[in-house]
């Protein structure tokens, strides 16, 4: 009996001992038997599922859900607020997310109340070569650390007690060229991995692998090849140019930038990313000889111990319509043909959602989940899409197409759960006219798509031939529930243009939405069971965990992205302030405080100057390639959080040009334009929009007598 009791003591007295673990201590261990009080990845856990089995909150409580607290994560850079698109990461009841340009929070996760906080010195010119704003994607928190990628480049390891700096990588192989960073970093094996963004400006995709301890960079994997004169980086990069013409616009650097949501399998060791679109989009500029074009638009699975390639599937070979994909990877374990199988899925912007073998990239299956007429269906013998009679080819014409560049499904991540079996896809089916530009030439630090992007959404000036019916050109969205198994829609939510990232727990999927919701709904049904008006738009996925025995669910609000040059009629920020934050609900919660009702803003009497006619067709011209992708028609037709250019104040007309090529106003994320702009340039530029001014101001004041 005594040796009994000694041994007890002994094993008591042994735990006791144990170091303890440090704040924000995450492992293998712990990520793959996840407590359900914590969230300890962007999708949850290491299966990237976006589903938590949290089940205090119920369908039958949920309409009690309400207010908890909420955190103020305003723009670190300039007086702008920016969209925020991160999935908090809560362990051990400390939230940690990041912001615009690459910030990081960390709040305890109870009260909001801030820890610690990292403000990157982010040089505010990068803000320019940001195609879809200063957005970060998330963090990576492991074994004590917090890992982020900051705009321009640098890939950070803070200290998860307190925010400080163990090490900094720069992770931009050239900085002349447009790279950025918006995408989170993904931890696999003993590497951190982190992409970039910048594809649309004419830049070579990679992603790098740092020693999670150190930040000794260990492999680079390229993602398409560079000029085959100069050689190659690995054999992956040999394979992949046989895909390409030799003589292809290598200048361009061909895009496939790596900036979603990967994932890590750490049972197979597979390392899987997902890749991006094309620069420039037509390939006839591109590979004027054709070819697949490897690995734009592909799931690769990668050995994260050396970097070697595994296998790899190409979603759409020859890309021409921006159809990346970079969307969120998620893997789950599920029953096909009476047998379970290891799958990878994905919804992709193309339109069809893929469920391959993860551990063989094997094609299982791949079914329209949105309207879709580029590709009549996916063979699964080649697992090659099956285009359609033109291909809507835009070569020779404009074309008709859908999905849109945006594609049936953007970055804003999908959800899992495997309790109902069924995928959340905030699913949009919108028609666009591609209509490409005559020439061709690559230009450093704009978009470099070729794309008529003025002419978009003009169908009848373009495409009024190939209109069938009036659905045709008419855009719907949908919160969609896809069954995987048998590649069929389970329900759709259609109200509310629904355009927020998808959390789910057993019986309740969440979402938030452009117009200033947060809604909930019934997982097996769609039903609308609760919805708390915000007043801000909403694209993060939302996050849950408990604290003491009660359930939180918390969602980064904030709209910005792509979607502040596409803004929506009915989208909140027309309405009012785009209060940056972090909002948690809990049973029992409060109202949501709402901000303040935006000003409509006068257009001011334009300066007395005369206008130089012969500069207005260029001007034009200038302004719908360099100025329209962020800031839009103008007037009524403003759709954009950007400011409307024909409502210049007289201070900023005195100031145009140094504005445009000294760039005055970088740091609110208005970089200068001089490596692209001339004198003359910008002179017809601010004609241009002196006459919009003058329309403008003219039809105001016959309104106002």
Same mark, same amino acid.
């Given at each position: 009996m005594r040796k009994s009791c000694y041994a007890v003591l002994f094993f008591v007295f042994i735990i006791s001992c144990k170091e303890e673990k440090p704040i924000g201590w995450i492992d293998y261990e712990r990520l793959t038997h996840r407590e359900v009080k914590d969230w300890l990845s962007l999708g949850g856990d290491h299966m990237m599922q976006h589903y938590s089995p949290l089940n205090q909150i119920t369908k039958e409580n949920v309409k009690d859900l309400g207010y908890a607290w909420e955190y103020d994560a305003s723009t670190i850079i300039g007086n702008v607020p920016r969209g925020?698109?991160?999935?908090?990461?809560?362990?051990d009841g400390i939230m940690f997310t990041s912001g615009a340009w690459g910030a990081v929070y960390a709040l305890d996760a109870k009260t909001g109340k801030q820890l610690w906080i990292y403000k990157p010195e982010v040089d505010a010119s990068?803000?320019?070569?940001?195609?879809c704003d200063v957005v970060n994607r998330g963090v990576a928190v492991w074994e004590g650390k917090v890992y982020v990628g900051t705009l321009d480049g640098y890939l950070i390891c803070l200290n998860a007690e307190n925010g400080s700096v163990l090490w900094s990588k720069d992770t931009f192989t050239d900085r002349t060229k447009a790279y950025t960073i918006t995408s989170p970093p993904q931890v696999a094996g003993s590497i951190v991995m982190i992409g970039n963004s910048g594809g649309e400006y004419g830049v070579r995709g990679y992603i790098t692998a740092y020693d999670?301890?150190?930040g000794e960079e260990k492999w680079r994997f390229w993602i398409v090849p560079g000029d085959p004169t100069k050689g190659y980086e690995s054999e992956e990069m040999e394979m992949a140019a046989k895909t390409w013409d030799p003589n292809s616009q290598w200048e361009s650097g061909m895009g496939g930038t790596a900036w979603g949501e990967s994932a890590y399998d750490p049972e197979l060791n597979l390392l899987y990313v997902g890749t991006g679109n094309s620069t420039p989009y037509p390939i006839w500029f591109r590979s004027p000889a054709g070819g697949d074009n490897l690995f734009l638009s592909s799931i690769l699975a990668i050995n994260p111990d050396n970097g070697k390639l595994v296998w790899h599937y190409q979603t759409t070979p020859?890309?021409?319509?921006?159809?990346?994909?970079t969307q969120n990877i998620v893997l789950a374990d599920i029953d096909i043909d009476a047998k379970q199988r290891k799958v990878l899925m994905m919804a992709p912007k193309n339109g069809f959602f893929y469920v391959l073998d993860r551990a063989t990239g094997e094609l299982i299956s791949a079914e329209k989940y949105t309207k879709v007429n580029w590709a009549s269906h996916v063979d699964l013998k080649t697992g090659r899409p099956v285009l359609t009679e033109n291909g809507q080819w835009y070569k020779d014409k404009p074309r008709l197409v859908v999905p849109y560049l945006g594609g049936g499904h953007v970055w804003?991540?999908?959800?899992? =759960? %495997?309790?109902?079996?069924?995928?959340?896809?905030?699913?949009r089916a919108v028609p666009q006219v591609f209509k490409s530009f005559d020439t061709y030439n690559w230009l450093p630090d704009v978009d470099n798509t070729n794309l008529d992007y003025a002419n978009m959404f003009k169908f009848k000036k373009n495409v009024a031939d190939q209109i069938k019916s009036a659905e045709d050109t008419l855009r719907s969205e949908s919160l969609?529930?896809? =069954? %995987?198994?048998t590649q069929k829609v389970a329900w759709k939510f259609t109200e509310g243009g629904p355009d927020g990232g998808i959390m789910s727990t057993p019986d309740l999927v969440f979402q938030g939405t452009r117009t200033g919701y947060f809604n909930v709904h019934d997982a097996r049904t769609g039903e609308k069971l609760k919805s708390i008006f915000t007043a801000t738009g909403i694209m993060a996925g939302a996050t849950t965990y408990s604290i003491d025995g009660e359930q939180y669910v918390a969602v980064m609000a904030g709209y910005g992205g792509a979607e502040t040059s596409a803004y929506l009629p009915d989208g909140v920020v027309f309405q009012y302030e785009?209060?940056?934050r972090i909002i948690a609900f809990k049973l029992g919660g409060g109202e949501t405080p709402i901000p303040p009702k935006k000003k409509p803003i006068e257009t001011p009497a334009p300066p007395d100057t005369k206008i130089k006619t012969e500069l207005l067709a260029k001007g034009a011209t200038l302004y719908d390639f360099y100025c329209f992708i962020c800031h839009g028609d103008f007037g009524d037709k403003h759709l954009s959080q950007h400011p409307d250019l024909s409502k210049l104040t007289p201070a900023k007309h005195m100031v145009f040009n140094d504005i445009l090529l000294k760039g005055i106003l970088s740091q609110n994320g208005m970089a200068n334009f001089s490596?692209?702009?001339?004198?003359?340039?910008?002179?017809a530029i601010h004609h241009y929009l002196l006459k919009k001014q003058i329309e403008g101001y003219q039809k105001q004041e016959a309104a106002n007598k």
């Open positions: 925020l698109e991160a999935t908090p990461i809560v362990v990068y803000g320019r070569r940001a195609c999670l301890k150190t020859a890309e021409i319509w921006d159809y990346t994909a804003q991540p999908m959800s899992f =759960n %495997p309790t109902t079996g069924l995928v959340y896809i905030p699913e969609l529930a896809w =069954n %995987p198994v785009n209060k940056t490596n692209s702009l001339s004198e003359e340039d910008v002179e």
